[in-house]
């Protein structure tokens, strides 16, 4: 008994002696091709309806200002309650852009609700065989995270076809997904005019600066994706995060959710967008700020945290590419791309 023993002790020593092997990284994004001049590129409604073909002829004109252009998806004008269409509808006009060889990226010509209903039937098996860059926001976000959990590319959460996409939306996005551009959101007045914030403040819960990839979005939609197959793994990440019409203690308890989910607790920081007419209305008191709700949940972390960057459901926003690796400095308040998001 003793023998075996000290031959097991022996074994664990020699064991112990060996070098630990690092575990294996998640494998980097692949990046679809970059826009160029005269590129077709699909338009979708996978969430909520164009009423009037008017607002649609708008948005096909602003593609083509793009210098892109545009190809409308089959069911674009088609309406189902508040939706675009049955979901295998619009399930299928999204297969359909990712299945076209001629079709370059896929811009989503607004948001609302139903991209979640459509996740079971996407073909992701064709999805992942043909990267391209999706582009759009708000209810996006569960496409957004589905492609980087089920097909392993790059997209990118910035304004839809039918947003305002005013200079600064234009420029950042030109800069990422035509130039493969690696820009510092935020940055300082003088280092680059384009992208410089000129309105809003950041409020920094936790100073310092954090890498990791960019994943996320809209709260709202992320919380509601918790316990499905379609969220990615946020270990490591830059988290970011934005909303619309929340009051403070929606936003504090989708926050709690994700807390007790473990995602807050795996993050390597935290970046929270605009949310816009994010408070209490008809008459009731909120108690709490967002800013003190965000500082709550975000400061006890103990990693780079801030709030007030300029993507969400404003009239200019960042493209943001999801999966990307990006470096956060939480006091100044910028985003720093660390690879380019398209080939």
Request: a neutral charge.
């Amino acid at each position: 008994m003793i023998a075996n023993r000290r031959g097991v002790i022996a074994g664990i020593a020699a064991l112990a002696a060996i070098p630990a092997v690092a575990a294996p990284k998640a494998p980097a994004p692949r990046r679809p091709a970059r826009l160029r001049a005269g590129d077709i590129v699909g338009l979708v409604e996978p969430a909520g309806f164009t009423a009037d073909s008017f607002d649609l002829a708008l948005v096909l004109e602003t593609v083509r200002a793009m210098g892109l252009v545009p190809k409308p998806a089959p069911h674009l004008l088609a309406r189902y309650g508040y939706l675009a269409g049955e979901d295998e509808a619009r399930a299928a006009d999204v297969n359909a852009m990712f299945a076209d060889d001629r079709v370059r990226a896929v811009f989503a010509v607004r948001g609302g609700w139903g991209c979640a209903r459509i996740l079971p039937h996407l073909d992701f098996a064709t999805i992942r065989a043909n990267p391209k860059l999706l582009i759009g926001f708000s209810d996006i976000t569960a496409l957004h995270l589905a492609i980087a959990a089920k097909a392993g590319f790059t997209t990118i959460h910035g304004p839809n076809a039918s947003s305002a996409w005013g200079k600064l939306s234009w420029d950042a996005f030109r800069a990422v997904a035509f130039d493969g551009a690696t820009p510092t959101f935020g940055t300082p007045a003088g280092t680059d005019d384009r992208l410089v914030q000129r309105s809003g403040r950041i409020r920094t819960f936790t100073p310092g600066t954090a890498r990791g990839p960019l994943l996320g979005g809209n709260l709202t939609v992320l919380a509601a994706l918790m316990g499905t197959p379609y969220l990615p793994d946020f270990d490591g990440a830059i988290l970011f995060l934005e909303d619309v019409d929340e009051a403070e203690y929606r936003i504090d308890r989708m926050l709690t959710q994700l807390k007790l989910a473990g995602i807050l607790g795996r993050v390597a920081g935290v970046v929270f967008g605009q949310c816009t007419d994010c408070r209490a209305t008809g008459g009731t008191t909120s108690g709490f700020t967002l800013s003190q709700v965000l500082q709550q949940h975000l400061a006890p972390l103990g990693v780079p945290a801030f709030q007030g960057a300029l993507f969400g459901h404003v009239a200019d926003q960042y493209p943001l590419p999801v999966g990307i690796p990006a470096e956060i400095d939480a006091a100044a308040g910028t985003i720093r791309l660390l690879a380019p998001a398209v080939a």
